[in-house]
């Protein structure tokens, strides 16, 4: 997920009121607060969460690993959101009777930021391949939070309304609003093609998944291109890549295609960067 | 990266270990489970100390259950729908000291069977003669459970069948046929009830029964003006069918007191049993619901008390769908093992098994779920569990069939249901949302569990290699020492599939005890009654039950492996009246009758 938050270009000073709490929105604390939020929202609401001690567990390893490993490869100790953010992200989404997944997968989120790295950059969305790989890898005693988060309109509609909000103010609303447009779009494509129910293929956006993949992992800036332009054609991507897989009845459909499209933007972004500044420097 | 390519390389080397991780922890499950391959009886007999032998057929059991086909509006996802029904009760309906069968069939029109035992092996299906056969004619309903009890203390088990539909009570006519008395009884026109259980809740002597609703009663299945019955969340429903106490007044009538005793919920009940969880003589309450938590309803003898939360088992919904008491520990507790749904790679819900916290204090109660610890959680889709000694070692086993709609084998609607089954209430909760299943299995063909208790907290599954193979989609088990060999055989129903008789032979160093209890002020059936059993050094309480698992009820007596050359100290009962009674001198290899003394 939001691996690290840009903080949005806007100057606030001395913020009083109302404004106060823009600053908070516009800190790259913001979604640190707001998981924890929906975390404490839906665990109080509806005892979310099987466990506590997992989702604290899987905190506890995300950030034990990323102090461990930034002191010791990039010499700095580092800040925390980030792999707060990852560790309550493992907490939510995956779903296991078993303690150890959750450590593990917080680790393997945490870890892959140092080890699948092209050009500096980490190619992968921590928690997503995290996630991905315990889904593909464990897929016995591991499955990902599908169903147990509320099945009612109200909850739905606060966070949806929440999390538009801060998106937006953190200028990447047209990330989310762009993989909502398609996924729409195409769940009535896949109606038409498989002659299920067109509820039914809107369905799963409906859930607790989506809310979580929607605002926080297709927006991460980390692992995002950097145009505008680009993000939107990104979203749309995974959109379409989500749309055939579902197509194949693949049940984490949306996990695996942000798995397989991020690092593939990425590496395309960079590779036309790089041939733009060889074009500058030939034409220099 | 500050770091040179050496230590890049270790790093990427415990990423590549991270990832192997699950294959280890894949392998270390993998040992601890017993050989799945199956082993010839000897071979049986010599590891697990005992075998199961399917043999319906040759006692004359050719039982193939029907499932029921509801209203056409449901067509698309009718399997998954229609899919429950099975259901098997024992009971010795004609004092003849032989246990026989009543097994429920679900298709309008179908017969319900009751296998009189013919004390050689065989049995007989007698329903017809006796009058509890046609049960499930047009326009009332079908049938889904029927638990025994003697209401009115005349000696002879009476039925109560639950159904969608219309329930009924049948009184034993001495063992000679069956009068139906449902309307004098005062039990309502229609209920979609799957579970049923007969208890003296307030110890009057007169057993009263809780029906639990499943659907609305105000729903018929087979006339549907709206498609919008299903449950409007997968773990949060809360619009099922509503809870029934009939308080039993003693001249053949019931009195519903559901709310005046403090039981009102509207989760979507599929199994409930009741037990003495905390020692205090009355039996509580304990409800396995689907799409949601669990409930435990405390009873004082004159009301009951919800405390799921308080106790630790009303957080973490799941699809509870059994409901089965064992004193897994020989400490003289009750262990609660309440099964759910597992299917790898989609949903791991994990079964429960709810065991007594220790140094909580008296009257009250704390669970903590161990399925894991002890290596029972993962049973499938599963459905009827029970608890029994299978092996005589003096440890209880644990027994689970499991299996939900078994149609093509290479095509799944996992990725269906996980569609609607995540989404909004509006969604989930209208039938014209889901996709058709179009014959495909949902967690179908299913191995079993037969769960062996090491005495050392840790269960191992012998299923494969004791001989139960089957992969019916399993519904209801019930135990009983079918024969009078001193073994706990095993019957299960299955959906759509035949009656399944598993005779065990055991292990002849393994010796066993059996108890019949007669209550004489508690009632008849001694449902209620506790017997702890003292022997070399060990104790194990167990109670006579008025229906438990799921859709089941095992056999009155009670039965209890004891292991190699056993010494008894004693027998403890305590009866529903309150009275305690220490039966002495007891020897192994023996049925014991103990009537409650005036």
Redesign the interface.
Known sequence: MNEQIAAPNIALENPRGGNRLLALLDSRYTPPVFITLILLAGHLSFGMLESYQKTLLAIAASIATELVLSRFFMGKWPHLASAYITGISVGILVRSPAYWPFALGAMISITSKYVLRYKGRHLWNPSNLGISALLFLAGDIVASLSIQWGNFLLPLLVIWALGAVIIWRLRRFHITGTYVVFFLLFAVLRSWITGSPVLSEISPITGPEYQLFIFFMITDPKTTVKSRRGQCAVAFAVALVEMVMRLDRVIYAPFYALFFVGPIALLVEMWWQSRRVQVAAATA | ???GPF??AV??L??VG??M???V??RIAADRQSAKTRLDTKESLARHGFYLQEVSKAAGVDFVHEGPTLDPKLKEIMPEVASMGASVSIVDFDRDGWPDIYVTNSKIGSKNALYRNMHDGTFKDVASEMGVADVNKLGTGVSMGAVWGDYDNDGYEDLLLIKWGKPELFHNDHGHGFTRVTEQAGLPKWINANTAIWFDYDGDGLLDLFIGGYYPEDVDLWHLTTTKIMP?????AKNGGRKYLFHNLGNGKFEEVSAKVGIDSRRWALAAGAADLRGTGHQDLFIANDYG?SELYLNDGKRFHEVGEETGI????KSGMNVAFGDIMNQGKYSVYVSNISE???????NNLWVPEDGTPAGTIKYQNL??DMGV??GGWSFGAQFGDLNNDGNLDLYLTNGYVSLDRNR?Y???F???????????G?A?????MDGRSLSGYQTKRVWLNDGAGRFVDVAQAVGVTDTYDGRAVALADLWNTGALDVVVATERGPLLIYKNTVDPADQWIEFQLEGTKSNRSAIGAELTLYWDGKEQIQEVSGGCGFAAQNDRRLHFGLGKNPKIEKAVIRWPSGKVQTVDELKPDELYTVKEPL
């Open positions: 990266m500050k770091h230590a890049r790093l990427a415990f990423f991270l990832l991780v699950p294959s922890f894949r409007d969340s997968f773990e949060y938590v009303g957080f973490s919904p790898e790679g989609v949903l791991i819900q994990g399925a894991r959680e993962l799944s996992w990725y269906d996980s569609k609607v089954s995540g989404g909004n209430s509006t969604i989930i209208d014209k949302n889901w996709p058709a």
